[in-house]
């Protein structure tokens, strides 16, 4: 009888590798804890990364947007005074006007009145307020020009507004150049109007002083637009910024300047004194390009004022600017510069 067959050697035992469901085990509870971070963190890079500083872009005291301006250069003032500007009408929009976080503690200028504390500024505005209802107001960045001045900035912009003014009973546009002069603590000292173009008066008779309108109807009134020029428009005076060309010295900024290079005379009491600065003349620049209605409307005194004046009513033809591909009147804001030689 045969005997059954016997391998001929024995097979090894075949014992799983652990290490392979233990690595799984693992990169799965990383998954799920990265899952759940995810779900409850709001940036799961924080968990991760040192604490950095904030980044501030506009606080409840706007005015450490520019407090430390004699530090910047221009480019970095400039783009702090945008900031702030753009806060200001921004929280101003939204109902919110709290003197303290913009204002000088006693404002030396808030319109027409003057040397204002905390209170009565917002008493003044709050009523200023009052026959401005419904105001829409824009500023165009691209009309900033500013000088620091004694430690302060002095800033110009234009603004487009419209607003229902009840003491007229009627709705009301302009364009409105403003002055904002900011202290070296970052606050407002001065906020004023320098000039208004363009006012668009239109009677609302049957608008309540409210705002609401009554329900007696009346005929419907075409409001006429400002940048459209037409022939009841001829003599309308545009702004500078608004147009499609705006005036221009003929040969440009280059041209202009060897203009004023040759033909200004410093003042010799200026000189004596030590005084310099920009002096801000405003014109308007007539289809023809001849310039009128010259006037200054922000001088630094001794002479200088004259001077920029007597050089300016000396000046040849501008290049008018221009609306739809037509020549109309613009007004126009040029700052001279009167600077000493360095002895």
């Given at each position: ?18 290490s ?27 968990a ?93 960045v691209?009309t ?74 009346t ?53 004596e ?71």
């Open positions: 009888m045969l005997d059954p067959e016997l391998p001929n050697e024995l097979e090894p035992e075949i014992t799983p590798d652990r392979v469901f233990r690595f799984a085990l693992i990169m799965g509870a990383i998954i799920l804890i990265l899952i759940m971070a995810s779900i409850f963190m709001e940036d799961i890079r924080r991760f990364s040192p604490a950095s500083a904030p980044v501030t872009v506009v606080r409840e005291d706007s005015s450490e947007l520019l407090n430390e301006s004699a530090a910047m250069n221009e480019e970095e003032v400039k783009y702090s005074l945008i900031k702030f500007i753009e806060a200001f009408f921004v929280d101003q929009k939204k109902g919110y006007f709290d003197p303290p976080s913009y204002f000088d503690p006693i404002t030396e200028t808030y319109y027409n009145y003057h040397q204002l504390t905390y209170q009565r500024l917002k008493q003044v505005h709050t009523a200023r307020m009052a026959d401005y209802r419904e105001l829409e107001l824009s500023w165009l691209h900033l020009q500013f000088e620091r001045r004694n430690d302060s900035i002095y800033a110009n912009f234009w603004t487009r507004q419209s607003y229902f003014k009840p003491s007229k009973s009627a709705r009301e546009s302009a364009e409105v150049l403003l002055e904002m002069v900011i202290n070296p603590e970052g606050k407002i000292s001065v906020l004023k109007e320098l000039e208004i173009r363009n006012l668009v008066s239109v009677p609302m008779p049957n608008q309540a002083p409210n705002g609401s309108t009554s329900s007696t109807p005929p419907a009134k075409t409001e006429p637009v400002p940048n459209a020029p037409s022939e009841s428009s001829e003599n309308q005076v545009y702004s500078s910024g608004l147009l499609e060309s705006p005036p221009e010295f003929v040969g440009g900024n280059k041209k202009l300047s060897q203009f004023l290079r040759k033909n200004m005379k410093y003042p010799g009491k200026a000189r004194l030590g005084v310099q600065g920009k002096v801000f003349v405003a014109f308007v620049v007539e289809t023809n390009g001849q310039l009128s209605n010259m006037k200054i409307i922000r001088g630094i005194g001794s002479g200088c004022d004259e001077e920029a004046l007597r050089v300016m009513r000396n000046s040849p033809p501008w290049k008018p600017g221009t609306l739809d591909a037509k020549p109309v009147r613009s007004s126009f804001v040029l700052p001279i510069v009167f600077q000493l030689a360095e002895q």
